[in-house]
Nanobody
Framework: VQLQASGGGLVQAGGSVRLSCAAS????????MGWFRQAPGKEREFVAA????????YYADSVKGRFTISRDNAKNTVYLQMNSLKPEDTAVYYC???????????????????WGQGTLVTVSS
């Protein structure tokens, strides 16, 4: 699976951005998809994940209620709608995919098999 993230840019605090991640491969619908981020000088952290059917989603506490992950299996694309952005949301956002990841491993970056190249989101105050 190859992942191509897009949609990053500069946005003011309180604004919104939608990230997209296009995946290659005919088995996209069988993969759990997710997003991680890494801010300058900080460790990589989990943001959100969604199961293959879209019926189960999971969020980091820091983004819960502000971010929404969704997917369109017909388009092989996963989205991250980011609202009420804060300067601390500034980071490179990475799209991830894995076929067999279990619930307890979702927040661990080393458990995800496929990573995209990242897209930068900068939130100005």
């Amino acid at each position: 699976v190859q992942l191509q993230a897009s949609g990053g840019g500069l946005v003011q605090a309180g604004g919104s951005v939608r990230l997209s991640c296009a995946a290659s491969g005919r088995t996209f619908r069988s993969y759990t998809m997710g997003w991680f981020r890494q801010a300058p000088g900080k460790e990589r952290e989990f943001v959100a994940a969604i199961r293959w059917s879209g019926g189960f989603t999971y969020y980091a506490d820091s983004v819960k209620g502000r971010f929404t992950i969704s997917r369109d299996n017909a388009k092989n694309t996963v989205y991250l709608q980011m609202n009420s952005l804060k300067p601390e949301d500034t980071a490179v956002y990475y799209c991830v995919a894995d076929r067999g990841i279990i619930l307890s491993s979702l927040v661990h970056g080393d458990q995800w098999h496929y990573w995209g190249q990242g897209t930068l989101v900068t939130v100005s105050s």
